[in-house]
């Protein structure tokens, strides 16, 4: 066992590891030689115990080591027959999805997601599916903080924290945008000619199918990664991102058709709409118009409920939701439901405004509120409003006695700047620092960069892509003119370029 020890920890090199130049091809050598050595041990020979009792997790380091722990830790779930939260394996486990190097476990992939699955897979036996989420998360972003490469595991990932209402560990994936879906092959990294390792390879180039790093994906994937993650935004409130997702689920090219999964998140958009804006949208550019079609005329429940929120009066709403409650618990949307019934009270107040610069609480309880509402009880809902930042208005009252009390409507920069400190520093004044909010923006702008980046180096698009494939094209249409052929024997210069390609 000692001699097997002596051969896992012989690559890579410590000076290797640690230079301040990484050398990426004697990495690369030295990681497929220790890959080679890994994949032809068998499993039970991982298990073994060295000199002075110790196990090779108790020898291995990290991150260093982190191919023979992860080898190690497999055949360790395999004998056990999986991976729970309550065993010490776990915790194993867990050393290794905070510690792992990234650039290692590129050659791992495959070993790497069956890890992943084995945690998810216990932690759900176990009833505790947040457990898995924590660690799947992390090492998802250990791998590729970017998280812009789809794979089945971020699909796993939303599953989990759907089902154990644990939103905020799918925030920190859900918040970084899709820009690629792994791939079957990785010849990009092959056109590259890069190691593995290297530090300038996109997530696309390693994160792909053939690597390991994600089962096969399928259409309806991607379309269910997105509903979840707007069903985990809705649970957060994040009614904008939430849209954003569920838009992304209806633009789906379709065949003059639409999948249940759209059906579903034209459901939730028509709500979130109503929730967010007050109101509902335009059907959002570039659905197909057959499917809009389906979308309205197997959802009209739903058209209905946005069509009673129009009305001033909450009594067509709340009879509409009323009559749509079996529908509302088959859908598992009665609880967006509630919420717009409780959004329409608010909107019905804040559309006040647009009539009155100040009004008597009395005559905004009469226009705003129904019947089986006090005034008492409308003093205080404004009153919240106004201190959770949900209504630009005052509140103005000569006694404790509600009915003496005035509503002034305000714009938002007179309330922010009528709550700034007198020497101009409070949250309008001009010494507000703008750094962190400027920081973040140029963050996601380099971010966005970066995609357009490696989106035109995938597509081959540079300028000398054009220059070769426009020649290609001239030479052809030369040859055609001078065999005597016609010009329609010969496709327009897009179909040259999309066959270059």
């Not at 059907?283 to 809009?292: D, E, F, Q």
């Amino acid at each position: 066992m000692d001699d097997l020890y002596a051969r896992l920890i012989e690559y890579p090199t410590d000076d290797l590891y640690g230079a301040r130049q990484f050398h990426e091809v004697e990495a690369d050598r030295q990681l497929q030689k220790q890959l080679k050595l890994l994949n032809n041990i068998p499993g039970s020979k991982f298990l073994g115990t060295l000199t002075g009792g110790h196990s090779l997790l108790d020898a291995l380091r990290l991150p260093i080591h982190t191919l023979p722990y992860l080898y190690t830790l497999l055949a360790s779930v395999q004998v056990q027959n999986g991976v729970f939260p309550s065993d010490p394996l776990w915790l194993r486990v867990q050393d290794f999805v905070f510690g792992f190097d990234p650039f290692q476990v590129r050659y791992a992939g495959n070993e790497f997601k069956r890890l992943l699955e084995a945690v998810a897979e216990g932690a759900e036996a176990a009833k505790n599916s947040s457990a898995a989420a924590i660690l799947i998360q992390q090492a998802l972003l250990r791998l590729d903080p970017s998280t812009s490469t789809f794979t089945s595991l971020h699909l796993l990932l939303v599953r989990l924290c759907l089902r154990s209402r644990a939103y905020s560990e799918a925030l920190p994936i859900l918040d970084n945008n899709i820009y690629h879906i792994a791939p079957s092959k990785s010849g990009l990294a092959e056109r590259q000619h890069r190691a593995l390792c290297s530090l300038k390879n996109a997530s696309a180039t390693f994160i792909t199918q053939e690597a390991g790093f994600s089962s096969t994906i399928e259409y309806r994937h991607h379309l269910q990664y997105h509903l979840y993650g707007a069903m985990l935004y809705i649970l957060a409130k994040k009614w904008e991102r939430a849209l954003f997702f569920l838009e992304i689920v209806l633009v789906c090219p379709t065949a003059n058709t639409a999948s249940m999964i759209q059906i579903d998140a034209y459901k939730k958009w028509v709500l979130v709409c109503l929730l967010q804006h007050g109101k509902s949208l335009h059907m959002p550019r570039g659905v197909n118009p057959s499917a809009a079609k389906l979308y309205r005329s197997m959802c009209k429940a739903y058209e209905s409920i946005s069509d009673a929120f129009k009305k001033p009066s909450p009594q067509k709403l709340r009879i509409e939701a009323d009559a749509g409650e079996k529908i509302w618990r088959e859908d598992c949307n009665g609880g967006l439901i509630t919420q717009v019934i409780s959004a329409h009270q608010r909107f019905a107040v804040s559309s006040l405004s647009k009539s009155y610069i100040s009004i008597p609480l009395s005559a905004a309880y009469s226009l705003a509120f129904p019947p089986t509402t006090t005034l008492d009880e409308t003093y205080t809902y404004i009153a919240d409003l106004i201190a959770t930042q949900q209504l630009n208005a005052t509140l103005h009252a000569n006694s404790d006695d509600p009915a003496t009390a005035v509503l002034r409507f305000t714009t938002p920069s007179s309330s922010t700047s009528s709550s700034s400190q007198p020497n101009g520093t409070g949250a309008g004044g001009p010494d507000v620092d703008k750094t962190p909010e400027l920081l973040a923006q140029t963050a996601r702008i380099e971010g966005l960069s970066e995609r357009m980046r490696e989106t035109k180096h995938r597509m081959e698009v540079g300028t000398r892509f054009y220059a070769e494939a426009l020649a290609k094209a001239r030479k052809a249409e030369a040859e055609g003119k001078a065999s005597g052929s016609g010009a329609a024997e010969h496709p327009g210069r897009d179909d040259d370029l999309m066959d270059t390609l």
